[in-house]
């Protein structure tokens, strides 16, 4: 067979190799054995439409390829994996992984279905822009160097993911599009000063001149169409072939169809050039594009600087208390119980709990929280924050995926994955306005060229070009990255795509008592033992029914018993309700009062009803016997709440109190923070049927809590917001969670979200208003084409910067 260039990697084949492989039923020539073994691997796993559907060749991955296999090894150990893979189950990982080598869509394809395919691999999503994937595997069938190992089998590399790598990449890409930008500006001030001496002159240069201005015109627009507007030729070949119609369709045509009618005029020495405004449009466009990237980028900061916020390395106190030896050992190699030294102004390395020192962190970036937060002996610290004053000794109590920092860069990534519904009807807008563009593009041509031929090109072009739905398309999805991005900084996490244009059309908020609009730190006000038990001992008994229990009920109750607490079996938890269980041999119960004494036909006494009448949360220990205790717990309300509660209510919102306490305890909290609608004492089935009652009456229902029964009524709302310190399930279940357990910073999230609806709308107005007027005008010939270039790259800027104004939101 004739020898030619590689077909896997385009690098020329050497006279001596014959290495062929059958590829769609024709043998193609391989340059060496490794291209031979990859494009072999990708035809026997039934991927050749890999190669109909590449526009880019891959990286050759010759060099690497053996080290990489020597290293792959590596990513199997189990301390390696600490910083990037997270167990989802006994056999079940998730490793978050940076790829190397992603050229286009293909790229993306070719990669998902070559690791799904693999036996063991349960998921594989790959981002395009950020170029993560998430891939999930069954440990028990396959290792993550055989994963790994699969896809350099195919010419592309996979590291864990790193920010610093990360942002590597995306400098390159700055880097090349400010100079594809600068060859685009270069060589339109050059052409620019060859065609306006021809246009002063007006018929009257020579034909020699004006033939070598048109010359050099040519030349120097060459770089500009091959070099600088090569993305738009590429991306638009790509969308072809994939049958679909993107926004590079139509600029790839314009672009295209007036300098080869340009080069045909010039070397006809007969009819129109538009070098010069074929340069303008090129630059333009391109400059455009480059501070949406650049805004875009630096909206997603947000994410990166939270990936940066571990340090690599920490100092270890590896026979503490013993002795107070310090030795330095990478982050990753920490083991929950380790101690490790934070000396003032170093980073956390893990989530732990002070064992020494008094000092203050600084928490912004994780909370959103400007003041520094006190810390002494037996408080958590939180990886990632800074300690602010004096040295603190840290026992480690969680690493590498399991610290809360790895969850939030977890959440946020997740909703940076989701594409919004209003997003996705955006750009069904927008493909069908490209499409219906190009018919028009045709008819406009057809057009001017019976009524005039001289004009039909130009006109042609301007329409093409002028009327790009490149605003359409970013409306949306700049407003709302620009807008997560602005939410992070003030605590309030976006976890869910959907999320912020939710919130802003919420008609109800439903909110949850205790450690909501309560600040959920629960005291101990008193114990009233029954029947002459001991005080002592029925406390003891209520700690242990409580000891796995998130509720800050139980944390009260734990921290007024102390450690030394009586063993339980059979224990049974009913949400909403109390605990049961076996303590010291006896079957018992603690929570509400009628589920506690439902062990026996007991009665509350008398004075049980002075403290429902108090407004504190009144909890009642009981056994087969009857009652044998009641429990006064305390709570306080969240200062900023009131301030959250008047706003909502005079922007005409409905808000409503849902909880689980009894009728006084809720009483008393709406009448200070203005609730009118209170609904207490009920059950989590009772919240689900309220919420869903309320979405059949037409509400858009804002759901606010924190404690594990709220998660089946967070997960039914449109939209919900959980508390950072609530239970981790409801976090799980939440669209937005609020870090900073500051209700303020929720009242800033709720102004900031209608304001980013607010700008999504003008800018869809103005996208809308722009196309629809320079169409009529371009194709009646106002406009001619370096004006159209201006125009739409004008249109895509006003988007850009009017979806920045977000982040100057006042917030008080």
Known sequence: MPHANCYHCGLPVPDDVDLPVMVAGELRAMCCIGCQAVAQSIVDNGLADYYRSRDALPESPREALPAILDQLALFDHVDFQKSFVKELGQNEREASLLLEGITCAACIWLNEQHVGRLPGVTAVNINYTTRRARVRWDESRIKLSDILGAIAAIGYRAYPYDAAKNEEISNKERRDALWRLWVAGFGMMQVMMYAFPVYIANGDMSPDIESLMRWASCFLTIPVIFYSSAPFFRHAWRDIKLRRVGMDVPVALGVGAAFVASCWATLNQSGEVYFDSVTMFVFFLLGGRYLEMTARQKALGVTEALARLLPAFSQKMPNFPVDRSVEQ????????????????????????????????????????????????????????????????????????EGTRLSAIIQLMERA????????????????????????????????????????????????????????????????????????????????????????????HFVFDKTGTLTTGRMHLVDVLPVLGHNKEDCLAIAAALEHASEHPVATALRQAAGDRLPETSAALSEPGQGIEAVVAGRRCRIGRPDYALGLSDGKMPDAALEWMESGDTVVVLGDESGCLALFRVGDTVRKEAAVLIAELRAAGKKVILLT??????????????????????????????????????????????????????????????????GAQLARTQADFILLSENLDHLRYGLRRARKTLQVIRQNLWWSFAYNFVALPLAIAGFVSPWIAGVGMSASSLLVVLNSLRIQRLETD
């Open 329 to 400: 050992c990478v982050v990753a190699d920490l083991r929950q119980g380790d101690f490790v030294l934070v000396r003032a102004g170093e980073i956390v390395p893990a989530d732990g709990r002070v064992i020494e020192g008094i000092s203050s962190a600084n928490e912004a970036l994780l909370t959103g929280e400007s003041k520094p937060v006190s810390k002494a002996p037996g408080e958590v610290v939180t990886g990632g924050s800074i300690n602010a004053e004096s040295p603190l000794v840290v026992q480690v109590e969680q690493v590498g």
């Open 660 to 725: 689980g306490d009894a009728p006084a305890v809720a009483r008393r909290v709406a009448e200070l923070l203005g609730i009118e609608d209170v609904r207490a004492g009920v059950t989590p089935q009772g919240k689900y049927d309220c919420v869903s009652t309320l979405q059949v009456q037409g509400a858009v229902v804002a759901m606010l809590g924190d404690g594990v029964n709220d998660a089946p009524v967070l997960a039914q709302a449109q939209v919900s917001i959980a508390m950072g310190g």
């Open 416 to 507: 940076a994955a989701e594409k919004p519904k209003i997003v996705v009807v955006a750009d069904r807008i927008a493909s069908y306005f490209v499409a219906t563009l190009l018919v028009v593009a045709i008819l406009v041509a057809v057009g001017w060229y019976i009524v005039d031929p001289s004009k039909a090109l130009w006109i042609t072009v301007s329409v093409l070009v002028v009327t790009c739905p490149c605003a359409l398309s970013l409306a949306t999805p700049i407003a709302l990255t620009v807008a997560a991005g602005a939410l992070a900084k003030d605590g309030l996490l976006v976890t869910r795509g959907h999320a912020i244009e939710t919130l802003a059309r919420a008609t």
